[in-house]
C-alpha cells in the first residue's frame, strides 16, 4: 500500500479495500469515490471594526442513497475542501453503520473563530446558512456542530433557515440548544457511545468493565464525558491529558474535580495526587481501554509499538494512521473504529430530527435508551462482519457501511 498522505487519500484508500472486499460494482465504486455535490461558497461578513471580510466556506454532499445528507460544519484556518470531502464521506459510512436513514455530509468555513467576535461568528453563520438555503433543510441535508461551532450556531442556522420560510423549522439543524427543539442526552451522546463500544469489546474479551483502568487523550466535550461515564460506570480513570499535557494516577482520579480544576485553571495538568505526563505517555499508558478523543493522527507507526491498552475506542475522527492500524493489529490490540465508537453523536442527533418531526420531546431515559439499543446493534453488526471475514473492526465497519450504502444505490438504480 503507497502510504497515505491527506485524509482524502486515506478514505479513498478504506474505499479501495471495502470495494475488494464486497466483489463492488465498478460504477458504483467510481461513483462513491466522490461526493454527489460540492458547493463552495465566499461568504462576506461585517466585521466589528466596520469593514468586511470574505470567508471561502464550502458543503459537501458526498451520498444520500439510504435518506438525507447529514453531517457536521467546522470553523477551522485549516478547513480544505478535500478534507471536507472526506470527512462527508465518513459520515455515509457512519450513518450506514449506526443503520440510521442519512446519507453523508459535511460543512466547512476557513476561518479563526477564536480570533472573531461572538457577534461577528453569528454574521458569518446567517451570511452560511444564506448561501446553503436551497441545499439545505429537513429532507435535505441536515447540518450539525463540528468543530468550534455549537449548538448555538445551530441555533443561527436554525434561526436564519426559519425567518427564510416564514416559519419555525427546528428539524432543519441538529446539535440546538434544548430551549429550541434539542435532545436530552445530545451533548454528551458521542461519549456515552464509545463507553458503550468499550463495554462490548471488553465482554468480548473476557474483560470486566467494572474497575477496568481507563486513560483518556483530550478533555473537551467528548474526553471529559468519556472519563465521567466510564467511572460512573465503575471503571478506573487511570489518565488524561489536554493540549497542554496531563496528569497520571494509577490509583484513579475523579473525572468530576479534574473537571473543576481544569475549569479553574484552563488544564487538567498539576491537579493534587497525580504525576503530570505529556500527551505522548498518555499514549502508552498501561490501561485496559485508550480513548483518544481530541485530534487526528495521534496514533503513529512511531507510537503505536508503545501503546499498552487492550481496547482502542476512538473518541476522535481518524486518530490512528492505517500504519499504526497493522501494527496495534499485530499487537492483538481490539480497535473499535471511529464510524462505529463515535457514532453516538450521529444517532442521537438522528433521536433529535425524528423528535422535531413528530413535535415530541422524549426524557433523557427514553434517549439514552434507544442509544444504547442502537450501539449495540451497529457493534454486534460490525462484529459479527469481523468474524465472518476475519478481519479487524475498521474493515468490517466499512466492509458493513460500504456495502449498505452500495444495496440501496443498486435498489434506487441510475435515473435517466
Ligand atoms: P473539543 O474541542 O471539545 O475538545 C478537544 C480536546 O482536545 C480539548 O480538551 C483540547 O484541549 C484537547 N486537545 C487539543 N489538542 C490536543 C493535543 N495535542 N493533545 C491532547 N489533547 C489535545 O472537541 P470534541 O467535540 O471533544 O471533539 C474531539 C474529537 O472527537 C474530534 O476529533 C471530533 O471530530 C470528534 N468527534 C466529536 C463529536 C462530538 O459530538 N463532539 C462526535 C464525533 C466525533
Redesign the pocket.
Known amino acids: 500500500m503507497v502510504e497515505a498522505q491527506t485524509a482524502l487519500d486515506v478514505a479513498l484508500e478504506q474505499l479501495r479495500i471495502a470495494a475488494e472486499k464486497l466483489d463492488l460494482d465498478p460504477d458504483i465504486h467510481e461513483m462513491l469515490k466522490h461526493p454527489k455535490r460540492s458547493l463552495i461558497v465566499s461568504i462576506r461578513t461585517k466585521m466589528d471594526d466596520g469593514g468586511t471580510c470574505v470567508f471561502t466556506g464550502c458543503r459537501v454532499q458526498h451520498n444520500d442513497a439510504r435518506g438525507p445528507f447529514k453531517g457536521g460544519i467546522r470553523y477551522h484556518p485549516d478547513v480544505t475542501l478535500d478534507e471536507v470531502t472526506a470527512l462527508a464521506m465518513w459520515m455515509t459510512w457512519k450513518c450506514a453503520v449506526a443503520d440510521i436513514p442519512y446519507g453523508g455530509a459535511k460543512g466547512g468555513v476557513c476561518c479563526n473563530p477564536k480570533e472573531m467576535s461572538e457577534a461577528e461568528r453569528e454574521r458569518l453563520t446567517r451570511r452560511y446558512t444564506s448561501l446553503l438555503l436551497d441545499f439545505i433543510g429537513p429532507y435535505r441535508d441536515v447540518p450539525a456542530p463540528?468543530?468550534y461551532t455549537d449548538a448555538q450556531t445551530m441555533a443561527w442556522i436554525m434561526d436564519t433557515y426559519s425567518q427564510f420560510k416564514g416559519y419555525s423549522v427546528p428539524e432543519c439543524v441538529t446539535g440546538k440548544p434544548l430551549s429550541v427543539g434539542g435532545s436530552e442526552g445530545r451533548a454528551e451522546?458521542?461519549s456515552r457511545g464509545v463507553v458503550l463500544c468499550a463495554r462490548e469489546s471488553a465482554k468480548h474479551l473476557g474483560l470486566r468493565l467494572k474497575g477496568a483502568t481507563v486513560a483518556v487523550?483530550?478533555?473537551?466535550?467528548?474526553?471529559w464525558n468519556a472519563a465521567k461515564i466510564a467511572y460512573d460506570m465503575g471503571c478506573k480513570i487511570v489518565a488524561v491529558?489536554?493540549?497542554r499535557g496531563g496528569i497520571h494516577c494509577p490509583n484513579g482520579l475523579n473525572p468530576y474535580e479534574v473537571y473543576e480544576h481544569k475549569s479553574k485553571t484552563g488544564s487538567v495538568v498539576d491537579y493534587d495526587g497525580c504525576e503530570n505526563i505529556t500527551?505522548e505517555q498518555l499514549l502508552e499508558t498501561k490501561c485496559d481501554v485508550l480513548i483518544p478523543?481530541?485530534?487526528?493522527n495521534q496514533i503513529t507507526k512511531a507510537n503505536a509499538g508503545n501503546v499498552k491498552a487492550k481496547i482502542l475506542a476512538e473518541?476522535?475522527?481518524g486518530p490512528t494512521t492505517p500504519e499504526a492500524d497493522k501494527v496495534l493489529r499485530e499487537k492483538g490490540i481490539f480497535l473499535v473504529p471511529d464510524i462505529l465508537a463515535?457514532s453516538g453523536?450521529v444517532t442521537t442527533s438522528y433521536l433529535e430530527w425524528v423528535q422535531n418531526l413528530t413535535r415530541e420531546h422524549w426524557t433523557l431515559e427514553d434517549v439514552n435508551q434507544k442509544l444504547e439499543d442502537k450501539m449495540v446493534r451497529a457493534f454486534n453488526d460490525v462484529y459479527r462482519v469481523a468474524k465472518k471475514e476475519e478481519s479487524d473492526m475498521r474493515t468490517a465497519a466499512l466492509i458493513l457501511g460500504v456495502g449498505r450504502v452500495s444495496e440501496a444505490m443498486k435498489t434506487l438504480g441510475l435515473w435517466p
Request: proline content about 0%.
Open positions: 463540528d468543530l451522546a458521542t487523550q483530550g478533555y473537551g466535550n467528548v474526553g491529558t489536554d493540549s500527551n478523543a481530541a485530534l487526528e473518541g476522535a475522527n463515535n453523536g
